[in-house]
């Protein structure tokens, strides 16, 4: 549960004047009311909000997400609707999500193939409350009369009822994992529907303003994203990864107040209307340029000047499409002739490793998405004194001439320069964006030093694309009314970048107890669920440890002595959380850990029991390595370790109680894989894993638990009867 309170208060002010008698007086007072010019602003906005979310998880299987947020801000109106809360409205905004781990199921447990599915649902409400400044009240603003007098004009005409936009997103997923976990896919398919949309309704005549806010609109928005990753060669040399991402969107426009209206972006005009998407261009389609006079002639089109006068377009003018079919081109004519959202869009990427050397790439591609170049519009114009590129040496200039440039005329009596198709562009691409090399420097692991490694990279390295613009990946503005306009802003660049990672192990007075505390404490809920399962396990195999030479006092293979360790971890943790208050939340979470455990394996015994299924326990060890497994490659990310972790003592005896699981494996079947990561039978751990014999397995223990004896990280028993 959360709380969240933003409070801006913003206040400008603005002069200029020119033709002072000197450039030492600078004060505005010695300046003509003719060159002088004023402006200024000042606005106070605040939102404040409540939040809160609950996650609960049942057998590790079935999850739950409950969210809520509530929202009120000083850009609503005062009848905003929602619920009203210490006298103003307020915005509430539910979620909830939920998933299902199939592969977590007994009937999963036979289908090799499959290593990992999860299926995902949720619904979403999330309110925009990114509203004008003001839009909600009614102001007035200054204005220069006659360039001498000053007075306030009517500027918007407040809406109470103005209240935030309402999105509300339905999602279903699959997350599966393939072929040894050697294939990764997670798919979305998405459907949103946003309501109250806040537009611009028209006022009549004499309201003194032609528009006002309002929340009068809908859109829908549905698509797909897919993700896969997958590891094509993974040896102990070698290594070769790739990914890939793809996605897709199509919004529409369902419900506007007028049924459309247009605004005007860069000089281009962007057309929002019912059954169109968000954002498309909106101007006149060509159709070349008049190459002689008789051509034109013929053609028999031509504009109205202010005065109504017809005006024939000529040899050298642009030629457009006559859509209305009257003879005169105007804004009737204009049609839709661009949209900016793409068809597909993503990135993939490549990763290649040869023992210590790494060279990674990402690219980045967009499909289908078209741009209104509005950098080229200024430079191509041919319709003022400013400098234009090189294109124009191929403008129209005598009769006969074939090109698909106009003449330039000052100031474009004809309007060729227009909002047009011209301006129109294929903006596709697909660009190289990094490519990184890594070395890892084999140096010795001290009491200190970790590792050492050197890098270089290279960003925007190039791109493929047909777009005559500097960067056809650029953003002018975040509104979706801006999306595909290029201003010219300053385009990315390429860089270069060199670096060296140093990892230092931090000394042991100097590590930050709290946060060892908290993220080991989960590893050892996961030895405490592990420990839970060992009783029934020895019970359902009936193995007898004597006949592979444990000592009858080795407490390797007695799981009760090894219990009796991890509550003495237990007992060690809890003289560290003595010192921080976070003792009570590691406390709960090993509680709930151990519960857990306890209901699964109860569930699994039962079930072994009561069917007779032998291969149940068998799955069950295979689960216990799993869960060390895990905890094991958690301890990895979050714990800064020194002397390469053999002197936790916690640490070694996760090892231990992965090797004791593993020698029981060893003596039921005759022979065990190997596994550094979660598999979901036994039948396919065999089929997929390099497989190994009691000998070998044998040998493989003690290379793994040597180092923490050496290191007096494990202070009981002996390994050499392994």
């Not at 409350?129 to 007075?151: E, I, W």
């Not at 419900?255 to 247009?262: H, I, R, V, W």
């Not at 049609?335 to 050397?357: H, T």
């Not at 860089?495 to 931090?506: A, C, L, N, T």
């Amino acid at each position: 549960m959360g709380y969240r309170f933003y409070n801006d208060y913003f206040k400008y002010t603005y002069g200029q004047g020119y033709n002072t008698g000197s450039d030492y007086m600078t004060a505005l007072s010695n300046t003509t009311s003719d060159l002088r010019y004023l402006f200024g602003t000042e606005y106070m906005d605040r939102n404040m909000s409540w939040y809160l979310n609950a996650d609960y998880g049942f057998m590790n299987k079935y999850f739950l997400n409950i969210g809520m947020s509530m929202e009120t801000s000083s850009r609503f109106g005062n009848e905003a609707g929602g619920i009203d809360l210490c006298g103003v409205s307020w915005g509430y905004f539910p979620s909830v999500s939920g998933a299902w781990l199939i592969s977590s199921e007994k009937f999963m447990r036979n289908v090799d193939f499959i290593n990992n599915l999860k299926l995902r649902v949720a619904y979403t409400m999330t309110g925009n409350g990114n509203l004008p400044v003001y839009a909600n009240r009614t102001y007035f603003t200054s204005s220069l009369v006659a360039n001498d007098a000053v007075g306030v004009v009517l500027s918007n005409i407040g809406n109470e009822k103005l209240r935030w936009e309402t999105t509300g997103r339905a999602n279903v997923g699959f997350d599966f994992s393939i072929l040894a976990n050697r294939l990764n896919m997670n798919i979305d398919y998405f459907y949103s529907k946003t309501k109250d949309l806040v537009t611009l309704r028209s006022l009549n005549e004499e309201a003194g303003l032609q528009y006002y806010y309002d929340n009068n609109g809908e859109m829908e928005n549905r698509g797909f994203e897919i993700a896969a990753n997958a590891r094509i060669v993974d040896t102990k040399d070698f290594k070769f990864n790739a990914g890939l991402t793809v996605g897709h969107y199509k919004n529409k426009i369902t419900s506007l107040p007028n049924g459309s209206f247009t605004t005007e972006v860069a000089g281009g005009t962007v057309l929002t209307t019912q059954g169109q998407p968000a954002g498309v261009f909106y101007g006149y389609q060509t159709d070349g340029v008049y190459v002689t006079a008789q051509e034109a002639a013929d053609a028999g089109l031509a504009i109205l000047s202010s005065s109504g006068q017809r005006i024939p377009f000529s040899a050298g003018d642009m030629r457009f499409v006559d859509h209305s079919k009257d003879g005169i081109i105007g804004e009737d004519d204009r049609v839709v002739i661009g949209d900016p959202n793409p068809d597909i869009y993503g990135n993939f990427n490549l990763n290649f490793r040869w023992r210590d050397l790494e060279l990674g790439a990402l690219f980045t591609y967009s499909l289908g998405n078209d741009a209104y170049n509005a950098f080229t519009c200024n430079l191509e114009s041919g319709n003022s004194l400013s400098n234009q590129c090189i294109a124009m040496e191929n403008r129209w200039m005598a009769d006969g001439q074939v090109t698909d440039i106009p003449r330039a005329t000052y100031d474009d009596p004809m309007g060729n320069a227009r909002f047009s198709d011209r301006w129109i562009e294929d903006a596709s691409y697909l660009k190289f964006k990094r490519l990184m090399l890594s070395y890892r420097v084999p140096v010795r692991s001290t009491s200190f030093l970790q590792g050492v490694s050197v890098w270089a990279a290279v960003n925007n390295l190039c791109t493929l694309t047909k777009y005559l613009g500097t960067d056809p990946e650029f953003s002018y503005n975040q509104s979706v009314l801006y999306q595909g306009v290029d201003a010219g802003l300053t385009p990315q660049s390429r860089s270069f970048q060199i670096g060296v990672k140093i990892e230092f192990v931090m000394q042991n007075k100097k590590v930050n107890m709290k946060t060892f505390i908290k993220n080991y404490m989960k590893a050892v809920g996961v030895v405490c669920a592990c420990m839970a399962a060992f009783p029934a396990c020895t019970d359902m195999m009936e193995t007898d440890s004597t006949t592979v030479g444990f000592e009858e006092d080795n407490r390797l293979d007695s799981p009760n002595d090894s219990l009796y360790s991890v509550l003495g971890i237990l007992s060690q943790v809890q003289r560290l959380g003595d010192r921080y208050v976070l003792l009570g939340e590691l406390r709960g979470d090993l509680m709930e850990a151990t519960a857990d455990a306890h209901v699964d394996i109860q569930e699994i015994s039962n079930f072994s029991v009561s069917s007779g299924n032998e291969y149940a326990s068998f799955y069950d060890y295979y689960n216990v390595i799993n869960n060390c497994n895990y905890a094991i490659a958690k301890m990895d990310t979050n714990i800064v370790f020194y002397e390469d972790k053999v002197m936790i003592p916690e640490y070694a005896q996760i090892k231990v109680i992965r090797a004791w699981t593993y020698w029981q494996l060893g003596l039921a079947t005759g022979q065990v894989s190997w596994i550094e990561e979660p598999v979901l039978s036994l039948e396919s751990a065999l089929k997929n894993y390099p497989q190994k014999n009691l000998e070998d397995l044998a040998q493989l223990l003690i290379d793994d638990l040597t180092p923490y004896v050496g290191a007096r990280a494990l202070d009981y028993g002996t390994i050499d009867n392994f």
